[in-house]
Structures are given as C-alpha cells and as structure tokens.
C-alpha cells in the first residue's frame, strides 16, 4: 500500500480533508497529516473537523511518501509561502509521484512553479491564477495529467478520490 502526506493548515475545506483522508485509509493506505507545526490542532473552515498535524514539513522527506494530497480552504494559502513546503511538493513532483490537489490546493503547485504546460483544474475563480502560472485551465470534475489529480470543489470529492485510488 502507498504512503500519503496530506499537506493541511487551519481554514482547510472540512470535507476535503475528511473524505480522501477517509477513503484513503479505508482502502489501506498510510496516510501522514504534515504541517508547519507538529502537534498544532488546525480546523475546517466550517469547523465540523479538526486534526492535530502529526509531522512538522521540517521533519519529513519527500521520497518517504508515494504521493501528496492537498486539501483546498484557505489552508494552501497558509501553507503556499513556506520553502519546505514548496520543495516538498517540487520534490514529489520531480520524483514523478502522485500530486491531488483539490479547490485551492493548487495554489501550493502555482506557488511551486509547477503548472507550465500541465492541464489542471481547480476552484473556479482561481482559474486566471492558475493560467497565469502557465497552466492549462480545463473545468471537469476530476482532470488527470501524469502525475497529477486535479478536482474543482466538494461535489468532486468522489471523482477525486476515485482518481487517486486507481493510481494508488
């Protein structure tokens, strides 16, 4: 079974978190919940969840994890202007390993420089953004592009994790 960080900060989108980490889990996989700060308690944005982050991003390494799942909210922006986190997500990347963002998590990927040429979606009214950081900007449920899973919002949530769950 694959290994999982789940890249989270307060103001995530609850469901977004909750159901891939959920499904994930179910289906066998060991999942990490990495942060700024181990041991910090962070909530959704309409606090109907809340984990405690278990690994600081200063303790971890990339090639410990077979893919990364970034939850949208406001937590990818909490998260986007950190160098650890950035070269954690650019050394999945290079590695060529699974990436799911969903909502705002492509932000994180915007902020990495890691959407030239690669086609995407994310939470709509990010899409100038997100064509701004050279990607190609497709609305669908669920858009794969190598290694990359890409969703719009909550009511994507089972494409997503059916997406990830066929490359894991």
Same mark, same amino acid.
């Given at each position: 079974m694959s290994k999982i960080a789940f890249l989270l900060a307060n103001e995530f989108e609850d469901s977004e978190m909750q159901v891939p980490y959920d499904e994930l %889990? #179910?289906?066998g996989h060991?999942?990490?919940?990495?942060?700024?700060?181990?041991?910090?308690?962070?909530?959704?944005?309409?606090?109907k969840a809340e984990y405690t982050i278990e690994k600081a991003i200063t303790e971890v390494q990339a090639s410990d994890y077979d893919a990364v799942v970034?939850?949208?909210g406001s937590?990818?922006? *909490?998260?986007?202007? *950190?160098?650890?986190?950035? *070269?954690?997500?650019?050394e999945i990347d290079n590695a060529n390993k699974t990436i799911g963002a969903i909502c705002h998590g492509p932000q994180i990927l915007a902020?990495?420089?890691?959407? #030239?040429?690669?086609?995407? %979606?994310?939470y709509p009214a990010l899409k100038a953004d997100m064509m701004n950081a050279g990607a190609n900007f497709k609305d669908g449920e669920a858009i794969v592009d190598g *290694?990359?899973?890409t969703s719009r919002v909550p009511d994507d949530e089972p494409a997503f994790v059916r997406e990830l769950l066929k490359v894991l």
């Amino acid at each position: 079974m694959s290994k999982i960080a789940f890249l989270l900060a307060n103001e995530f989108e609850d469901s977004e978190m909750q159901v891939p980490y959920d499904e994930l %889990t #179910k289906a066998g996989h060991e999942a990490d919940i990495i942060g700024l700060e181990k041991g910090q308690k962070v909530t959704g944005k309409n606090g109907k969840a809340e984990y405690t982050i278990e690994k600081a991003i200063t303790e971890v390494q990339a090639s410990d994890y077979d893919a990364v799942v970034i939850p949208g909210g406001s937590s990818p922006e *909490n998260l986007r202007l *950190n160098a650890d986190v950035l *070269n954690f997500v650019t050394e999945i990347d290079n590695a060529n390993k699974t990436i799911g963002a969903i909502c705002h998590g492509p932000q994180i990927l915007a902020s990495a420089d890691l959407l #030239k040429g690669r086609t995407i %979606t994310s939470y709509p009214a990010l899409k100038a953004d997100m064509m701004n950081a050279g990607a190609n900007f497709k609305d669908g449920e669920a858009i794969v592009d190598g *290694n990359l899973i890409t969703s719009r919002v909550p009511d994507d949530e089972p494409a997503f994790v059916r997406e990830l769950l066929k490359v894991l």
